[in-house]
């Protein structure tokens, strides 16, 4: 159910932004289970999460037949099975795309579908890379005169939740619909610098998450409010007040000297 949360999210996003209908924006996420690909032909043993997914197309349980076949632009592991991304897969990715995605999101790291290392190296570094769990980072190319070091993306809900679950709460939100998310992933997507970006860091850094937390915690609470879902709090406006009102009301540590008397 994870893979297919993923999906609808895709396809809200190409049917809000692009305008895309909801059900032709399905028909370009496919997904592979343990019987092989969804498709048609298995729409009658599919659980219902599946079904919106299950297309017209020949079933295979292979997955590297599945890329020949649908030329996916992405790949995204959520299936736990360590090695699933082989050699072949990401090879094979790498040759119908420029940029090839391969999120290996399962967790813990034994089960990721493959390794930071694996996706660089089989792609000659043009991978855009994000897994549920940590990898080291590589200096890339290793025989260059001049390597780059290169920071693989780790893709979990520590950007998106806590702020998301705070905006609602200073608008009194009444509903957390699927479109706050967009804006959410679309927040934290901007947020990212192009140096990020080019060593790759799809995502900001850390080490500056009570900033991201400020800009993304306002966005969503102003949308919020935008839609009807939440209200703006009292003498707050949009804008630098939101932010400066939303930074007020996290938690910041007492110092040590303070704690003590």
Same mark, same amino acid.
């Given at each position: 159910?994870? $893979?297919?949360?993923i999906a609808?999210? @895709?396809?809200? &996003?190409?049917?809000?932004?692009?305008?895309?209908?909801?059900? #032709?924006?399905?028909?370009? !996420?496919?997904?592979?289970?343990?019987?092989?690909?969804?498709?048609?032909?298995?729409?009658?043993?599919?659980?219902?999460?599946?079904?919106?997914?299950?297309?017209?197309?020949?079933?295979?349980?292979?997955?590297?037949?599945?890329?020949?076949?649908?030329?996916?632009?992405?790949?995204? $592991?959520?299936?736990?099975?360590?090695?699933?991304?082989?050699? #072949?897969?990401?090879?094979?990715? $790498?040759?119908? *795309?420029?940029?090839?995605?391969?999120?290996?999101?399962?967790?813990?790291?034994?089960? +990721?579908?493959?390794? /930071?290392?694996?996706?660089?190296? !089989?792609?000659?570094?043009?991978?855009?890379?994000a897994s549920?769990?940590?990898?080291?980072? =590589?200096?890339?190319?290793?025989?260059?005169? *001049?390597?780059?070091?290169? /920071?693989?993306?780790?893709? *979990?809900?520590?950007y998106a939740?806590?702020?998301?679950?705070?905006?609602?709460?200073?608008?009194? !939100?009444?509903?957390?619909?699927?479109?706050?998310?967009?804006?959410?992933?679309?927040?934290? &997507?901007?947020? +990212? +610098?192009?140096?990020?970006?080019?060593?790759?860091?799809?995502?900001?850094? @850390?080490?500056?998450?009570?900033?991201?937390?400020?800009?993304?915690?306002?966005?969503?609470?102003? /949308?919020?409010?935008?839609?009807? =879902?939440?209200?703006?709090?009292?003498?707050?406006?949009?804008?630098?007040?939101?932010?400066?009102?939303?930074?007020?009301?996290?938690?910041?540590?007492?110092?040590?000297?303070?704690?003590?008397?």
């Open positions: 159910e994870a $893979g297919t949360g609808e999210l @895709f396809a809200l &996003a190409l049917h809000v932004r692009h305008g895309v209908p909801l059900h #032709e924006a399905r028909k370009t !996420c496919f997904f592979m289970d343990s019987k092989g690909l969804v498709c048609a032909s298995r729409l009658k043993s599919l659980q219902h999460h599946k079904v919106p997914f299950a297309h017209d197309v020949p079933h295979t349980s292979s997955l590297v037949e599945c890329i020949r076949e649908l030329k996916p632009t992405g790949l995204i $592991g959520v299936s736990t099975m360590a090695g699933a991304f082989d050699e #072949e897969v990401i090879r094979l990715m $790498g040759r119908i *795309n420029k940029r090839p995605v391969i999120f290996p999101l399962s967790n813990p790291t034994s089960k +990721s579908e493959c390794t /930071y290392e694996d996706a660089m190296r !089989c792609t000659d570094g043009r991978v855009v890379f549920g769990s940590p990898f080291p980072p =590589l200096t890339w190319p290793p025989a260059s005169a *001049n390597p780059q070091h290169m /920071y693989p993306a780790q893709a *979990n809900n520590a939740f806590p702020s998301i679950g705070f905006a609602a709460v200073l608008t009194q !939100c009444s509903k957390i619909t699927e479109e706050v998310f967009l804006v959410a992933a679309e927040t934290i &997507a901007s947020l +990212s +610098s192009p140096e990020d970006l080019a060593c790759g860091r799809l995502f900001p850094p @850390f080490a500056g998450i009570r900033d991201l937390a400020v800009e993304l915690t306002s966005t969503v609470a102003e /949308y919020m409010c935008d839609e009807g =879902l939440g209200k703006m709090p009292t003498g707050v406006q949009k804008g630098a007040a939101m932010r400066s009102f939303v930074r007020a009301q996290m938690f910041s540590r007492m110092p040590h000297s303070t704690q003590q008397q």
